[in-house]
């Protein structure tokens, strides 16, 4: 038999998918995936229920439902200040899971490098591999990990066309300051870099934290690539309602990837 791929020989089937099919087949306290401890909220289960009877049941437009996109732009624009337009800047996609590769894949090319912060969540190192791009770990030390200014910027010299940011960090539980935010940004523009950044945890933030959206900053909104999506906020993880929030030109590309 010929060959396989090499890209699919560079990592392992998820670790943490892995951990919970052994809790599940041992009864034992998963601590591997984020799965919240809060039912979903009841209006949307009555929504859900509703539309099971009544419909629709056939395709919506391919990157997503005009009454849904609009409501992240609405969402989006309430929490971040950022006013988006849900048709030329919104994509709507399977999960965060999906929005982060067709992200990865609408932007770098073959031989590119992006820079990820370490320790990571185990799909970004998983999709720069798969997009043909290669990574560039740039460590979080603990105990507040924090992360040297210094490295990050050798990591960007070295031709870095993207920084993915997960923030609020999965699995650190790291929120970042404005100050560190403000360091990435401006490497992210000294170098002509985009910034692809993970929000999922954007409202499971506690005192004296905040969370800070990259695309707000100063010089920023062009060059931030937002994947984001329901599961944690709702508690609707199974529910894979996941978007990408991006300038035209990059969502133009992220509805080709996600057409296919």
Aim: aromatic share 10%; hydrophobic share 40%.
């Amino acid at each position: 038999m010929r060959e396989l791929s090499e890209r699919t020989s560079e990592f392992t089937d998820s670790v943490i998918r892995r951990m919970t099919r052994i809790a599940n087949r041992y009864g034992a306290v998963n601590l591997s995936q984020g799965f919240p401890d809060f039912d979903p909220p009841k209006a949307m289960t009555d929504r859900l229920a509703q539309v099971a009877g009544e419909g629709p049941h056939q395709y919506a437009l391919t990157w997503g439902a005009q009454n849904f996109r609009e409501a992240l732009a609405d969402k989006y624009e309430h929490f971040s200040g950022i006013k988006v337009d849900p048709d030329s800047e919104i994509v709507v996609t399977c999960g965060s899971t999906e929005a982060m590769m067709a992200a990865m894949m609408s932007v770098v090319n073959p031989g590119d490098k992006v820079v990820i912060f370490s320790p990571f969540y185990e799909n970004y190192g998983a999709d720069t591999i798969l997009s043909g791009a290669q990574p560039i770990y740039v460590p979080l030390v603990p105990p507040a990990f924090d992360f040297d200014a210094e490295l990050l910027e050798d990591a960007f010299r070295q031709g870095a066309k993207a920084l993915i940011l997960c923030n609020p960090s999965n699995p650190c539980g790291k929120v970042f300051t404005y100050d560190e935010l403000k360091i990435i940004a401006d490497l992210a523009i000294k170098y002509d870099a985009y910034v692809i950044t993970d929000e999922v945890y954007e409202h499971i933030v506690y005192a004296p934290n905040k969370h800070i959206y990259m695309a707000s900053l100063p010089g920023m909104r062009e060059r931030t690539i937002v994947c984001n999506s329901l599961s944690k906020t709702y508690s609707i993880t199974g529910w894979r309602l996941g978007y990408v929030i991006a300038n035209p030109q990059v969502i133009d590309r992220v509805k080709k990837v996600h057409d296919f």
